[in-house]
């Protein structure tokens, strides 16, 4: 337990939080925003990877490809959308259909390989953990605070428009949007295709930083999306009012997540007993609100 | 003008739960009328707002509402036309959302909704103005999100959201039932005054049978999915509640006479 092998894994753990912080982001929109927990997720962060490596490696240029994969990104969050509102699937069994199906589109995309790997010596991409202890613009976590950073302004300003609204008023109370003249299907379809396009532009940021994408990527995402929500809203929920702090206090929730990982695994847990703790953990998180409801009600009662 | 054709609808149609909500409906409405709709528990008087509202899809029947048949419309296509209290002050507003917002998101009933600013700069001086005249202290308190308000504060900001675009027509679903008396008497008389200001067609679903005769031009009475009784003019502004449990029982047989949920 040398707290030196510690530190020096913190770099590639901030990294790799800002990474899933973008991810956690698209899990807000549709978990707090939209009140849907859409399990799409799961697929789609390994869709964008996918896309992004399997055009990177055809020769694609580096911006074009990771345009694909926000987009391909967005038309998984569409099925979603459609096997919810035009079909009547609840939507989480609705989020777990277009998930398994991801499956196997995302071996389609891949070649049918579980993993592929990208030369970094010969292909140019944005961000690599080789360069995560490197001092300069080239280095991933000052990248990731640039993206993280654009893309929080994007939504402020989207959330701040009259569709923006409109979705918002969707996920808070749905009888209201209708009676306000809001397609609210459309409202959820429009919503699950921006998620999903961000996770998947996760997706694809992951796959350039550890240089492969692997089918399994984005099994559990949905779980560690919730968690970096749930530690923004415990740590940061009486700080952070504005909208734009909210999205940033969830990526801060996501670095926060990989450091804690970081510092069990440096206790010595099993790399494998990762999931089963990272789920305990946040359906523990889950229950607080519940089991403070019940307090508050049997303190009113007694 | 609302014209509303032998309007009926069944829920859970050939099953054990068969409820025949609306048994053919037929009404017509003149732009500025003031109805009041009375009628016991499951007599169809919400079910008719919601037939309008196009809550839900009705089996047969037309409805036209100034002069554009939406019987096929979806809810949301034919709020332009509607404006809506419900009775759970919840269900009116957006809880997570600034009261700004709200009111906002009523304006733009009707209108294509693009990346135009959720709130202009203008909105927000015209609003605060349209919330003093509450008398609430709301106007002081634009940003806030509408779930730290009250019920009867919620009620009355709905009731500004559901006519700030003046609708065709107003449906107050029972929408003081769930205020305390002082409360509800308050959102009654805002009620009243901003539907006589604006000369609104307006339906108001009541239990309290003397509200029914105070306010309106007209009264309808319902029972079992049907109107059983409808006064105008003269005629009603010398009803007596008397008068009304008289007619009900003459209208819908002795056996209702008694019943006990008209009298609430």
């Known amino acids: ?302 | 003008m609302l014209d509303l054709t032998d309007i009926r609808k069944t829920f859970n149609p050939n099953s054990i739960n068969q409820k025949v909500a609306l048994d053919g409906v037929t009404l017509h409405l003149d732009d500025g009328d003031f109805v009041t709709m009375i009628g016991g528990n499951g007599a169809g008087k919400s079910s008719l707002l919601n037939a309008i509202a196009g809550v839900w899809p009705v089996d047969t029947g037309k409805i036209v509402i100034d002069g554009t048949d939406v019987t096929g419309l979806s809810e949301h296509k034919r709020a332009p036309w509607l404006g809506r209290v419900f009775q759970d002050p919840i269900m009116g507003t957006a809880a997570t959302m600034q009261i700004i917002e709200n009111l906002a998101l009523a304006k733009r009933r009707g209108q294509k909704r693009g990346l135009r600013p959720g709130v202009t700069k203008a909105e927000k001086d015209e609003y605060r103005e349209l919330l003093a005249t509450l008398g609430l202290g709301l106007e002081d308190r634009l940003t806030e999100k509408v779930g730290l308000l009250s019920g009867g504060q919620r009620q009355a900001l709905t009731l500004l959201m559901a006519t700030l675009n003046k609708p065709k027509l107003l449906l107050l679903d029972e929408h003081t039932a769930a205020l305390d008396p002082r409360t509800a008497q308050k959102v009654l008389t805002l009620s009243d005054q901003i539907v006589s200001e604006n000369k609104l067609m307006t339906m108001m679903v009541t239990h309290n049978m003397k509200d029914a005769i105070r306010y309106g031009n007209r009264l309808i009475m319902m029972n079992a999915g049907r109107i059983i009784l409808d006064i105008k003019g003269d005629a009603k502004k010398n009803l007596t509640v008397r008068d009304l449990m008289d007619e009900f029982a003459k209208a819908s047989g002795e056996e209702l006479a008694t019943d006990r949920t008209l009298l609430s």
């Open chain 1, 1 to 302: 337990m040398n707290i030196g092998s510690l530190i020096s894994a913190l770099p590639g753990a901030i990294a790799q939080g800002l990474i899933w912080g973008v991810m956690a982001i698209g899990v807000y929109l549709t978990y707090k925003v939209l009140d849907i927990a859409d399990l799409t997720v799961d697929g789609t962060m390994a869709t964008g990877g996918a896309v992004c490596v399997m055009m990177l490696l055809n020769g694609a240029n580096l911006w074009v490809a990771m345009l694909c994969a926000v987009l391909a990104g967005m038309v998984a969050g569409l099925v979603t959308g459609i096997f919810h509102t035009a079909m009547g699937i609840p939507a989480i069994l609705a989020g777990i259909l277009t998930q398994l199906s991801l499956y196997s589109v995302n071996l389609a995309i891949m070649g049918f390989k579980a993993n592929q790997g990208i030369n970094f010596r010969t292909t140019h991409i944005l961000i690599s953990s080789r360069n995560v202890k490197v001092i300069g613009v080239e280095n991933p976590i000052f990248i990731m605070i640039i993206i993280t950073a654009l893309l929080i302004a994007v939504l402020y300003w989207f959330f701040g428009r009259e569709i923006g609204a409109a979705l918002r008023a969707t996920g808070s109370n749905e009888r209201m949007a209708r009676a306000q003249g809001i397609n609210v299907n459309i409202a959820k379809i429009i919503g699950l295709m921006i998620s999903n396009g961000i996770v998947a532009l996760s997706s694809a940021l992951y796959a350039q930083y550890q240089g492969a994408v692997d089918v399994n990527m984005g099994r559990g995402g949905i779980v560690i999306g919730l968690a970096a929500v749930i530690i923004s809203t415990v740590v940061f929920g009486k700080v952070f009012h504005n909208f734009a702090l909210k999205l940033m206090g969830v990526s801060l929730g996501a670095v926060i997540y990989y450091i804690v990982i970081q510092i069990v695994l440096w206790l010595g847990l099993n790399t494998n007993l990762l999931k089963l703790l990272s789920a305990l953990v946040v359906a523990v998180f889950l229950a607080i609100p519940y089991w403070k409801g019940r307090l508050a009600k049997g303190a009113k009662n007694a």
